[in-house]
């Protein structure tokens, strides 16, 4: 069994609301990573239209770093999840912590069998990425030159990760070291524990 984590060591996720669409639409554009559509402003209920949205905030002070998003929801067992985080604000490494965190609170979360991401070159570095990672268990394909920003094409490069590929990561001492100790990805944290017997 897993714990929707929402904190690391140095990030946090809060339960995003309709008024910070205008700032996940500015982090959109400065981050390069998702072409911003003109009809998306006119839709400002980012929460609505995710499963779960989450303002990405540096643990400590606050300073907000971008936005996580689990969307689309399938009945075939699978969700897509998006981390959109300002390149001027995010610290190397921020990327992946932040991507592990949505990761484990889908399985958490969702009765789901697979968690999906998209993301250009554009944005490997933040997640400690480099394209032959597509070519390795989790990479699913590339779609050539599909999208168009920052004035030229980019592939589009499809990730996954299985239930049952997650639940043997979290034992990964690496994993692991994102949770302050003595926290695990399978157990609540004690003040989460205290909180309810109140």
């Known amino acids: 069994m897993l714990f929707p984590h929402t904190t690391s060591r140095r990030t946090v996720l809060r339960p995003a609301v309709k008024g910070d669409h205008p700032s996940f639409l500015g982090t959109l554009l400065r981050t390069g990573i998702e072409s ?3 009809g998306a402003a006119a839709n400002p209920d980012l929460a609505r239209r995710s499963n779960a949205a989450f303002i990405v905030t540096q643990r400590g002070n606050g300073d907000v770093l971008g936005f996580s998003t689990l969307f689309g929801l399938d009945p075939a067992g699978h969700i897509k999840s998006g981390v959109y985080l300002d390149p001027q604000k995010a610290r190397l490494g921020i990327g992946s912590e932040v ?3 949505s990761i484990n609170y889908a399985f958490a979360s969702f009765n789901i069998d697979q968690v999906i991401t998209q993301t250009t070159e554009a ?3 933040t997640f400690g ?3 032959s990672d597509n070519e390795g268990p989790g990479g699913m394909g590339i779609l050539r030159d599909h999208l168009y920003f920052r004035g030229r094409n980019w592939d589009l ?3 996954q990760i299985k239930r049952q590929e997650w ?3 979290v034992n990964n001492t690496e994993i692991q070291r994102l949770l302050s100790a003595p926290h695990d990805w399978r157990s609540a944290p004690d003040e989460v524990l205290l909180s309810q017997c109140d």
């Open 99 to 101: 991507i592990y965190l």
């Open 129 to 131: 990425l480099s394209t």
């Open 157 to 159: 490069h499809t990730f």
């Open 123 to 125: 944005s490997f570095d």
């Open 36 to 38: 911003v559509r003109p």
């Open 167 to 169: 639940e043997g990561q």
